[in-house]
């Protein structure tokens, strides 16, 4: 009885390490397959760019590409391609061919997400529209790069002072078209315009029609004419009109 026992659990033994070797040959067509959309992925950022440190790579799982040693015995290799434009970033669709020796044995598409992380101000408090903007205001942060609009704000000191056009929530990456200048002149301020016409200026009397930071091109209208002008705001609120 204790011969059989033994026997039993010989056999069992044996069965699982026969099993765990089968796992291990078929899971080598997987990290084949991990090692090289590393390599192909990582390629493609270091030839337009420097790897950043914050740059990560996911991988979907890849279960598909399990291969059967047993039936399949070449040496296994991969062709990799895309369509995406470099450098990488985001979902990246690859198609891949999985192939031992000369014999292709797996075909499919997989999708890993490129994440770069670049550093950006976040407001440290939700701020109100027309507030005006100091350095407290913001802390840096990081976020994802492919989730970041082309003006995004990066230091503070593209903002410090301006005006915020809109409310801006706490710990949210903005952009530069939510700021604005602090008007010098307001819509219907009396203003005085400087008018150009070569060495020679004359100063006039004129009504503004719209609001305007330190070098805005405003309309004005000429109180005594009653003309429409175009023309700069100074830092003291004049208006510069060249003729």
């Known amino acids: 009885m204790k011969r059989s026992r033994v026997g039993l659990l010989v056999i069992g033994w044996a069965l699982a390490l026969v099993t765990l070797a089968n796992a291990v040959q078929a899971d080598e067509g997987e990290r084949k397959v991990r090692r090289d959309i590393e390599r192909f992925v990582r390629a493609r950022i270091e030839s337009t760019e420097a790897v950043s440190s914050k740059t990560t790579l996911d991988v979907p799982p890849l279960r598909s590409f399990t291969v059967d040693r047993k039936r399949f015995p070449g040496t296994l290799r991969t062709e990799i391609s895309t369509r995406a434009q470099e450098p990488l970033r985001g979902r990246v669709p690859l198609a891949i061919s999985l192939y031992a020796g000369d014999l292709l044995v797996k075909r499919g598409v997989i999708t890993p997400y490129v994440r770069r992380s670049e550093r950006v101000i976040v407001p440290t408090r939700d701020i109100r529209m027309g507030s005006i903007l100091s350095p407290g205001d913001f802390v840096y942060a990081d976020r994802d ?95 510069h009109v060249a003729f």
């Open 145 to 239: 790069a492919t989730r970041l609009p082309r003006d995004v704000v990066r230091e503070t000191a593209e903002v410090v002072g301006l005006r915020a056009k809109r409310s801006l929530r706490k710990d949210r990456a903005f952009r530069s078209s939510q700021v604005e200048g602090v008007p010098l002149v307001e819509r219907g301020d009396r203003v005085q315009i400087v008018l150009h016409a070569g060495a020679l200026q004359i100063s006039a009397t004129g009504k503004a029609q719209e609001a305007g930071a330190f070098g805005d091109w405003i309309r004005v209208v000429n109180v005594d004419s009653k003309r429409e002008l175009s023309g700069r705001v100074d830092s003291d609120g004049r208006v």
